[in-house]
């Protein structure tokens, strides 16, 4: 029963161009949660996400990222026209379908993104 | 809004020594809390978790954590750490009512040393 899984481990994009980060959740899970880690800081919300809605964005840059779910497929991360201040290592978390109170979040390895 | 202060950003300690690393969370509503810990350029592994009952929680190697309600606490400590305890150690709460999503504190670098 492989984990969640993140591609690619390690993404090197110069100043202006495009990055994707992937994400494939556990066998089951339905929801998606994606973390930023800035250097020496620790993880930052930046959206949750169900099959083909965003339910959270409230931690969202307000330019230049999305993310999505489709219904077939990983979960995507978009970062456009990419600046030195977006590298960071970027987390995705899974959890399974809702039905309890309380779903636990297990995270993949991270994107570490690296702008030149 | 909730938040979560590691007061420590590092530890280090002798080998077989005790360790505590601390935690407050401020929140208006109740939380569930959580210690994760990440090992060099890997992603976190769930420690132990707190969601209600006791108020002691222990995990599979060693280490506990006491929610502290009326200090809004909860350390995590080990009575004799190995060398492969080194990592980042981060405390988090989630909201019931928010969707789960997980407010991280700072981290705190624990490192043990021979």
């Known amino acids: 029963n492989a984990g969640v899984m993140q591609n690619p481990r390690h993404l090197v994009r110069r100043r202006g161009q495009e990055a994707r980060l992937r994400c494939s959740p556990m066998k089951g899970h339905s929801h998606v949660y994606w973390y930023r880690q800035l250097p020496e800081e620790g993880l930052k919300f930046m959206v949750y996400?169900?099959?083909?809605?965003?339910?959270?964005e409230s931690g969202m840059p307000k330019e230049r990222f999305s993310a999505e779910f489709p219904k077939e497929g990983p979960s995507i991360l978009r970062i456009q026209q990419v600046v030195r201040g977006d590298s960071a290592a970027y987390f995705c978390a899974s959890s399974p379908t809702p039905g309890q109170s309380y779903n636990e979040q297990f995270f993949g390895p991270g994107t570490r993104l690296t702008v030149l | 809004a909730q938040s979560v202060t590691q007061l420590d950003s590092q530890v280090p300690v002798f080998e077989e020594a005790p360790v505590e690393l601390r935690c407050n969370y401020s929140?208006?509503?109740?939380?569930?809390l959580f210690w994760y810990v990440q090992y060099p350029n890997q992603g976190l592994q769930l420690l132990l978790k707190y969601l209600s009952g006791s108020t002691l929680v222990e995990s599979i190697n060693g280490f506990e954590a006491e929610f502290n309600k009326s200090q809004t606490s909860f350390h995590l400590r080990k009575p004799s750490v190995h060398i492969s305890d080194t990592a980042e150690y981060f405390c988090a709460v989630s909201d019931p009512g928010g969707y789960n999503k997980l407010i991280f504190g700072a981290g705190t670098r624990l490192a043990v040393h021979p």
């Open positions: 996400l169900q099959k083909e809605n965003i339910i959270d």
């Open positions: 929140s208006s509503v109740s939380v569930y």
